[in-house]
């Protein structure tokens, strides 16, 4: 059985609200249960909830891709214990974005140092994955990169002098898994209708190029039997948030529709977003179509 099972679901920074607790406050972390692995997609401050189902599911092979590099997809390898060892020996692949070692010892370095990489020794290797390029992981499961919508990158990681940069045209990628005859497609952080230039100007992109990104993902995605998306704002909120980099839920919901999935989780949910705001946007969205829309939340288990 192929399951996503959710230990983080909230964006750009953990909280402990009490009127967001049913949906949970950690952020970004889902993992992708196969038969003998986990691949977590993500690994912001929900991966420590995942230690326990680790211990006791004992998979033979452990993968974390990272769509980008910034702390709320990150922070949770630093508390996490199978970061640091594994008493049945199984180590942990990082795949993730051009010049993920750099990056990832830019964002550690806020709360460690020196070299904060070299304290996670359970790690088998960390690997730059360049988009539509595929990684295989311990058991030989192949997981397939792919770059659509832009999100703000680390300035450090920009290289100003070339004619295409992944830091600066995209910032994030997103992931495809075909496993026991189900396509899933991971895609968070990525805005399609505004960026920001090298000096932090929001840019509209033009018609053509918002449709041209959106057609991006729509190709990845279709036909998926799962998409899992960041819909972290409503377009209200989302005129006060240009160039933040992230969606809509209903962008997204356009988009799943228009990809053809079969299932769609929404997640990364914008910080304080109530329970009884998020048990809202599921109930208008599932009923617009047979699309079957899951409101991401933390400890839930779906099936795929």
């Known amino acids: 059985m192929v399951s996503i099972e959710i230990y983080g679901a909230r964006g750009s920074y953990g909280t402990d609200f009490k009127q967001s607790r049913g949906f949970g406050n950690s952020t970004t972390c889902l993992g992708l249960w196969l038969d003998k692995e986990v691949i977590f997609f993500d690994a912001g401050s929900g991966l420590p909830l995942a230690q326990e189902t680790m211990r006791e599911r004992s998979p033979e092979a452990v993968t974390i891709a990272l769509s980008h590099l910034h702390h709320d997809h990150t922070s949770g390898l630093l508390g996490t214990e199978q970061m640091y060892f594994n008493p049945k020996g199984v180590e942990v692949d990082i795949i993730g974005p051009y010049k993920i070692f750099t990056g990832l010892n830019l964002e550690f370095a806020k709360f460690v140092s020196p070299i904060p990489l070299d304290i996670l020794t359970n790690l088998r290797q960390i690997s730059s994955l360049p988009p539509n390029h595929s990684f295989r992981t ?47 497609v991971f895609s968070t952080d990525m805005e399609f209708r505004y960026y920001r230039d090298l000096d932090n100007n929001i840019i509209p992109f033009t018609k053509d190029q918002t449709q041209a990104r959106i057609n991006q993902l729509i190709r990845a995605a279709y ?7 960041d819909g972290q704002y409503n377009e209200l909120e989302y ?22 999935v079969k299932k769609l989780i929404i997640t990364h949910h914008k910080p304080g977003r109530s329970d009884t705001d998020l048990f809202e946007i599921s109930r208008r969205l599932n009923r617009r179509s047979n699309l079957e829309v899951f409101i991401a939340k933390q400890g839930s288990v779906i099936e795929v």
């Open 239 to 260: 005129e006060k948030f240009r160039g933040y980099g992230h969606a809509t839920f209903e962008g997204v919901y356009e988009i799943a529709l228009a990809a053809k």
């Open 223 to 229: 036909g998926a039997d799962l998409l899992i998306m």
């Open 138 to 184: 311990q058991t030989g499961q192949e997981v397939t990169s792919f770059v659509a919508g832009w999100h703000p990158s680390n300035s450090g990681l920009i290289e100003k002098d070339l004619h295409f940069d992944f830091h600066r045209d995209y910032g994030v990628q997103g992931y495809i898994i075909e496993a026991e005859r189900k396509k899933i």
